[in-house]
């Protein structure tokens, strides 16, 4: 693809001057829990295990990215199924994920750090798959012929808000347990029901008909904080889903991450990504949710929005791309148009995977995005700039939004940003920074 040259982008910009920008902390308070694989283990206790027999073999539904503790949560649940007399095997259930294919979804595991040697038992990542039945809406449901294979199954995963949709449950225990494990054939199938039906009824159906299918013992719950710590560990049994998953997913939204501002002109994202969120950015802190026959949600309501990278994490798996509005030439080069389109076609999201406007440097990006809001004035355009949209205790704005009293939000640095013509990249000079050594791309920019 042939991008125009940065010449002919310069003769189509403006010359405008850039605010000056502050650093921001945001600390809202935030429950913790203490001790993460005692109660891992613990939920595992709340599970139907009694009517299992010695040495029953368990799949255990691993493989939701961005979960903090993941590591330590799974381990202790392979852990204290294997000192019940179990023998758990891990299942990846994520999809399409992994490029839609076994050593993919095994090498996505492992950059979680679940591998065979780290959990104490075997993955088994076969993507083959069975047809289980039909849900009560119609469409057929697959599940993964290694949960079938076993003679039962849990899923662990955190309860969050999805990235599709609004509902009495959302992401989470019945989501891992219907499109993650059906592989890339049960998933497509699902979204397909959900683009005409809605995504709670197609999750909800399906969910009735695995639970039929198979010995399901529930699954352990996560709950995270506004940090990304956890804040909530406990067991639910497959037959109180999806009723005791709404109320976590309650919980969750009160703790969950959003930035606090309703209307900006210009978010700035450094990094998206898989690891980040399914969409690459949490799409409700950015207030797009691009799904059809899905109102995007009314706030925060946001006239551009830039993404500068991604993370190295995706591996080039740019997917939500699509819902920004501006980028750069480098982002492109960087993105695995094989991954992306396995998750837009199995997703049918297919405006995630639009490719944005791209620009020769951030700087003409971040020009294009200020120009292109309306009347433009340093003075008064409200621009946040962001890591990601999963780390949110420290972000930058502009001068606007650092005069505004914001509930636990405080500054703490002065920034100003300061470019070279020609130059890809800006520098920015800061009195306090709050992203040093946490955010390597503004040492760039």
Known sequence: MDFPDPDTVEAALPDVSFPTFFDMSYDPPAPELDDVAAAARAAVGDLPLESLPAGATVAVGLGSRGITNIVEIATAVVGELADRGFDPVVVPA???????????????????????????????????????????????????????????????????????????????????????????????????????????????????????????????????????????????????????????????????????????????VDQIGKDISGAGMDTNVIGRYEVLNTDDPEFPDIKRILVRGLTEATHGNGQGIGLADLTTEAVIAELDLDQIYTNALTSGSLSKARLPVALPTDRHALTAAVSSIGPYDPETVRIAWIRDTGHLSAFRVSSALAREDVTHVSVTGESRLSFERGNPRSTLSSSRSLFSGLLPLYEEF
């Open 94 to 268: 994520m999809g399409s994920h992994g490029g839609a294919t076994a050593e993919g979804q095994r090498r996505t595991l492992a950059t979680l750090g679940l591998t065979e040697d780290a959990l104490g038992c075997s993955i088994d990542p076969r993507m083959d798959t069975q047809l289980v039945g039909e849900s009560a809406i119609g469409g057929d449901v697959y599940l993964a012929e290694t949960v079938l294979e076993a003679d039962a199954v849990l899923v662990v995963n955190r309860i969050k808000a999805h990235t599709n949709f609004d509902g009495t449950f959302e992401s989470g225990l019945c989501k891992m347990s219907t499109i993650g494990l059906g592989k890339q054939v049960g998933a497509k199938a699902i979204h397909e029901q959900a683009l005409v039906k809605g995504y709670e009824p197609a999750i909800g159906g399906a969910f009735e008909v695995v639970r039929e299918a198979t010995t399901h013992l529930g699954g352990v719950a996560i709950v995270e904080n506004f940090y990304d710590e956890t804040a909530e560990v406990t067991g639910v049994p497959a037959g109180d889903l999806p009723e005791r998953e709404g109320d976590l997913l309650e919980r969750a939204y009160e703790h969950m991450p959003m930035l606090p501002y309703d209307e900006l002109d210009v978010l700035v």
